[in-house]
């Protein structure tokens, strides 16, 4: 796996600052709506927004894993059930190829769609899902391209960055609604306009609203870039694990032709899977592209071809 150690260190140093980037965006709006609705409230706000997301990133390393199985309703695999169906052993297989240090734990979801992903803070912390669907449609070799395609983001660290961006954007999300309630039902705008004779206030309470509106939506936007930077990266280390392209590159196929979504994932995690579980295509570039969750499954297998 010679030339992967440089992914994996670069991988905990971007961990570091997703993290950083997330408390000083989460003390600017705090800043923002602070000002917007009492001033002598913003030093309050900001020392919540600072435990808020010491809290947060602590919840997104710890537990990311049991959040994330809990939110698309994976549950552990049945070894009697799924080693038959080449699920565990394939995962063991795997393990032994790249020499991780622990066993990832194999989950299930029951879904009809085609999908599939790993999660979880490192190594020995980790776990690999597939739906169902996948199992039903996949033959043996498909399926060992599609788990080592998972086992890659955990070999490069992937997981840990990913896992920790997905938690804390859906905290962003959520403290900007309640934020966004805080300004519109709190009145503390109007105070400020009656106390001080207040166009200052009112810049603020817009410009905290602005800043409210459009905060999830990069946030979201970095999570995507993330997860689009790291596809062909595990596509090609999962042909390196099997020295088999052609499983992996019908696997995709198999998936890109299945039009059978997964409505119950969440949009933050949506960048986790092997594919959209909304179904969502984006081609081309430009704004289509910014908001991909993946590249283009034709390019991929472009790319696997040429291997």
Same mark, same amino acid.
């Given at each position: ?168 954007v859906g905290g962003i999300a959520m403290f900007c609604h =309640? ?59 999962? =042909? ?29 995690l949506s960048a986790l899977f092997i594919d959209h579980p ?30």
């Amino acid at each position: 796996m010679y030339g992967f150690e440089a992914q994996i260190a670069a991988n905990k140093l971007k961990t570091f600052w997703v993290v950083l980037g997330f408390t000083l965006f989460i003390m600017l709006l705090g800043y923002v709506v602070g000002e917007a609705y009492s001033p002598e409230m913003t030093y309050v706000i900001l020392s919540g927004c600072l435990v808020f997301s010491i809290f947060g990133t602590g919840i997104g390393y710890w537990y990311s894993d049991s959040i994330i199985t809990s939110m698309v309703g994976a549950r552990p695999a049945n070894p009697n059930v799924y080693r038959e169906r080449f699920l565990i052993d394939s995962i063991e297989g795997l393990v032994l190829a790249c020499g991780l240090p622990a066993i990832p734990r194999a989950y299930v979801i029951d879904s009809p769609a085609m999908n599939a992903f790993a999660t979880g803070r490192d190594p020995q912390h980790s776990l690999i899902a597939v739906t169902t669907g996948l199992l039903d449609t996949l033959d043996r070799q498909e399926l060992e391209g599609v788990l080592a395609h998972e086992m890659s983001h955990i070999y490069n660290r992937d997981i840990m960055l990913m896992g920790v961006a997905a938690i804390l954007v859906g905290g962003i999300a959520m403290f900007c609604h =309640v934020m966004t309630r805080v300004l519109f039902y709190g009145g503390g705008g109007r105070r400020r306009d009656n106390d001080s004779g207040g166009g200052g206030a009112g810049i603020f309470a817009l410009v905290g609203i602005v800043f409210l509106i459009l905060a999830p939506i990069f946030a979201n936007l970095l999570n995507l870039m993330l997860s689009r930077k790291r596809e062909f990266l595990a596509d090609a280390t999962a =042909v390196k694990l099997t020295r088999n392209p052609e499983g992996l590159k019908n696997a995709l196929l198999k998936i890109s032709q299945s039009a059978e979504p997964m409505p119950e994932v969440e949009q933050e995690l949506s960048a986790l899977f092997i594919d959209h579980p909304q179904k969502k295509e984006f081609s081309g570039g430009g704004m289509a592209a910014m908001f991909a969750t993946h590249p283009p499954i034709e390019a991929r297998i472009a790319a696997l071809d040429r291997m």
